[in-house]
DNA sequence: ACATTAAGTGTAGGTTGAACACTCAATGGT
DNA sequence: ACCATTGAGTGTTCAACCTACACTTAATGT
């Protein structure tokens, strides 16, 4: 049975000298003081002057937008290995509804968000030195511009959950770092209290770390100094049902580090 | 310490009147005969005329890019609801790199993807009549148009860890089925075969699926027939720990049906 | 030497997952 | 009427893992 189709011979093909353009915005995460903390800059432009934002940048034309948004991150003063993916893209233009302009994203005009979701180690942190860019603790964060709040859940959202099943964590550390500091990371990011004993059982059971030959001595009894274990956790031997819920089954074809 | 900021008193606004255009690609599954499937579409236009495709449009100036992928699925012939997710965004444009050109998604000039994932349950499957689209099995797929291979693997990837902790297998399935259709439905997203027992075991106990006071006559031997539990999976008792990798901490805050 | 701080450690009970094979109800063909 | 075929339905045992829970120890600073 065949019906006539209703589609085109070909894709409509809008002419492209229409306002469009594309944000990257960049939500990056560090842990400061065991409390996540997100980068954020104070505009000090219009739209939104003088209100707290996304550290982004508009995509130029011609530009692949992961190459917008490295080049915004080295901009921010980044130059170490980071951990990014793509998040999500967001997208509302303004409308006329029933006669009343609905406004969309950005005053401006039309701008589609890219947004990346970035980890950044604790001394890479400390290296971000321009005026009216500072990192900003996620319990307590201020009025955002445009739609950055709703972007920032999100972010927060995946990274619990990449928490979970990748070791996203260790991003959050420095090269070495005692159980406790490990522990705290995953209380801060899951906003729970976890098991002292347990923890370090299921981490050491895991082999997801080893330990140096260093201690700490920040504390008053001094604390071994681990190191996340690159080369065992690659192996993970998980066996496949649907009760295993802990792994994606691939590695994610998209994640990107560099 | 204060650092001269080298950043610009405001962004970079680029002229609109450069060639960008947003092409919404839904990627389709259903489940025909214990196989899953895709929706494609034969182009018989250029560019990749003759060549299988994901069932596309390129979003109209000024129309909200979930828009543009809604009207597309209507036209497709899908009035039900769908489950519906933002899967990434995909981009290449054409590069000069030493001299050559690398040519970018489409030839036709600088176009991003946004990449949908989309279930259709197997009734409504059935309802897609166009000339020139077609289900075809994901396991042997043809040569696909643009990077519409690279979408629909991620969007396998996607598939596949979703269905181990949302009930996304559901829609894969008429709205009453046997214990058995549904274990096939896990078995063909997961690549692997299951225990029947303990697969029957796992799912009554957490009562994500209820009798209806039907039975299937397809079998030899008369099947119980079940429905998805809407009221009781909402709860999902959990709790929290770095253990208890099962599920999200809350519903993904973009989760959409219509 | 004493108080303080955080590191480090073990066990028992319950839950969950994995492995494994036969009986039963109905159909269709002889 | 019988028999062969097909796929539905069902339990148990062992191992692994998760959870709850409290004291000792190494160092510091007063």
Same mark, same amino acid.
């Given at each position: 049975?065949?019906?006539?189709?209703?589609?085109?011979?070909?894709?409509?093909?809008?002419?492209?000298a229409v306002s469009l353009r594309?944000?990257?915005?960049?939500?990056? %995460?560090?842990?400061?003081?065991?409390?996540?903390?997100? =980068?954020? +800059? /104070? @505009?000090?432009?219009?739209? $939104?002057?003088? &209100?707290?934002?996304?550290?982004?940048?508009?995509?130029?034309?011609?530009?692949?937008?992961?190459?917008?948004?490295?080049?915004?991150?080295?901009?921010?003063?980044?130059?170490?290995?980071?951990?990014?993916?793509?998040?999500?893209?967001?997208?509302?233009p303004a409308?006329?509804?029933?006669?009343?302009?609905?406004?969309?994203?950005?005053?401006r005009g039309r701008v589609?968000?890219?947004?990346?979701?970035?980890?950044?180690?604790?001394?890479?942190?400390?290296?971000?030195?321009?005026?009216?860019?500072?990192?900003?603790?996620?319990?307590?964060?201020?009025?955002?511009? %445009?739609?950055?709040?709703?972007?920032?859940?999100?972010? =927060?959202? +995946? /990274? @619990?959950?990449?928490?979970? $099943?990748?070791? &996203?964590?260790?991003?959050?550390?420095?090269?070495?770092?005692?159980?406790?500091?490990?522990?705290?990371?995953?209380?801060?990011?899951?906003?729970?209290?976890?098991?002292?004993?347990?923890?370090?059982?299921?981490?050491?059971?895991?082999?997801?770390?080893?330990?140096?030959?260093?201690?700490?001595?920040?504390?008053?009894?001094?604390?071994?100094?681990?190191?996340?274990?690159?080369?065992?956790?690659?192996?993970?031997?998980?066996?496949?049902?649907?009760?295993?819920?802990?792994?994606?089954?691939?590695?994610?074809?998209?994640?990107?580090?560099?």
């Amino acid at each position: 049975m065949v019906t006539l189709s209703r589609h085109p011979a070909a894709e409509t093909w809008p002419d492209a000298a229409v306002s469009l353009r594309i944000s990257v915005d960049p939500v990056l %995460f560090t842990q400061i003081g065991g409390r996540l903390h997100v =980068l954020l +800059r /104070l @505009r000090s432009w219009a739209p $939104y002057e003088g &209100v707290w934002a996304l550290p982004g940048a508009i995509n130029p034309p011609g530009e692949q937008i992961e190459v917008t948004m490295w080049r915004e991150l080295r901009d921010l003063g980044f130059s170490q290995e980071l951990w990014v993916e793509q998040l999500k893209t967001f997208d509302r233009p303004a409308q006329s509804v029933g006669g009343r302009t609905v406004p969309g994203r950005d005053p401006r005009g039309r701008v589609i968000s890219v947004a990346y979701f970035a980890i950044v180690q604790p001394e890479a942190a400390a290296t971000v030195q321009r005026t009216g860019v500072e990192w900003r603790p996620l319990d307590d964060l201020p009025a955002l511009a %445009f739609d950055h709040e709703e972007i920032v859940k999100y972010a =927060l959202w +995946r /990274l @619990r959950n990449k928490i979970q $099943y990748t070791p &996203v964590a260790f991003e959050l550390l420095p090269r070495e770092f005692t159980l406790t500091d490990l522990q705290e990371v995953y209380e801060a990011v899951l906003g729970a209290k976890l098991d002292k004993r347990n923890f370090r059982r299921k981490v050491l059971s895991e082999r997801v770390v080893v330990p140096t030959d260093r201690l700490s001595r920040r504390e008053k009894r001094p604390a071994q100094l681990y190191r996340f274990n690159d080369r065992h956790f690659a192996y993970s031997p998980r066996r496949l049902s649907i009760e295993n819920l802990a792994e994606p089954l691939t590695t994610e074809p998209s994640g990107s580090r560099a």
